[in-house]
């Protein structure tokens, strides 16, 4: 009994839901290592071109030009890759199946509408993998979701499913409810964090970039580093934008503090329908945030030319 009120794990939840996550996840990393690796090649370039002002060796422009050269054309090649591939999408989409199956899980696991009680384990079964299917399907993208295994329904959804109210009330509690909130509120703490890191840099680079240009004014010094400095605020503008700090750091938040109060509304539960209708409430609130997350990145597309 004390294993099923810790409620399911990662290797409790449908194949085709790992399947998703492990899809979503290995996207996430190709786009946003091609999209760091590209901003880091345009202020590279940009800096290679700016040590050139000033050189009297011809050899050394030569050297510089054919460098900034190189690392225009590397992050051109980062450029066709994206373009390409679109891991952004198999990173978005793959999150959002892997989420919809995800509550469909919980849903089957503690008796929520519509596996509820009341249902044949059988019907109940044959309902939950239409859905997976009808999932499935609403996908726009193609993807292995076989990849991990041809399991839906694990033993643990079976049994948890079999436990009395006062079990899959705490488990569900316990491993969604609370587990989520924790989630989303040091995911706001750490986007709020980073969000500070990125404009004091920023700021610091435009002060830089102030600077070099005042210099310059004053004739102090030919070495201008202002084009550099401008395509580095450039960049880390455009790496902002493509993390969401700002955003993810307030609507993390926000569903973190809906998220305690569905907590405490559970002492509310009286009976299988109430029980029914918490459930359903409860991921509504965190389907809400997926939802609003994916129509952010879908909407919020990284700038494609970030000299």
């Known amino acids: 009994m004390a294993q099923l009120e810790q409620g399911l794990l990662e290797a409790d939840f449908p194949d085709v839901q790992r399947s998703a996550d492990s899809a979503s996840m290995q996207g996430q990393r190709m786009y946003l290592r091609l999209t760091k690796g590209r901003l880091y090649l345009a202020v590279a370039a940009a800096v290679a071109g700016a040590l050139t002002v000033g050189l009297t060796s011809t050899w050394q422009k030569q050297t510089l030009t054919s460098l900034s050269l190189c690392f225009f054309l590397l992050a051109f090649a980062s450029e066709l890759i994206l373009l390409s591939t679109h891991p952004e999408d198999t990173w978005y989409h793959g999150r959002a199946v892997a989420e919809s199956v995800k509550t469909l899980a919980w849903k089957f696991s ?3 509408d519509p596996f509820s ?5 059988s019907e109940a079964e044959r ?11 609403e996908s726009p993208i193609f993807v292995d979701y076989s990849s991990v295994g041809t399991q839906q329904v694990s033993p643990k959804m079976k049994d948890l499913r079999t436990a009395d109210r006062a079990t899959r009330i705490k488990a569900y509690c316990n491993a969604r409810v609370e587990d989520q909130r924790a989630w989303y509120s040091k995911g706001a703490h750490r986007n709020e964090r980073s969000a500070f890191r990125w404009r004091v840099g920023l700021v610091s680079l435009e002060v830089l970039g102030a600077t070099s240009a005042l210099l310059g004014l004053l004739n102090v010094t030919s070495f201008d580093m202002g084009s ?21 750091a307030n609507a993390y938040a926000l569903t973190a503090t809906e998220l305690a109060l569905v907590h405490a509304a559970a ?13 359903i409430s409860a991921e509504q609130a965190i389907s809400r945030e997926h939802t609003m997350w994916l129509a952010r990145r879908v909407r919020t597309r990284m700038p494609r030319r970030a000299t």
């Open 117 to 121: 009680r009341a249902v044949l384990p």
């Open 127 to 137: 309902l939950f993998h239409q859905q997976l299917s009808d999932v499935v399907a």
């Open 267 to 279: 002492s509310q539960v009286t009976d299988e329908e109430s029980w029914s209708k918490y459930v």
């Open 228 to 248: 550099a400095l401008a395509a580095g605020v450039a960049a880390g503008g455009a790496w902002i934008e493509v993390k969401q700090f700002d955003n993810l």
């Open 110 to 112: 503690v008796c929520a």
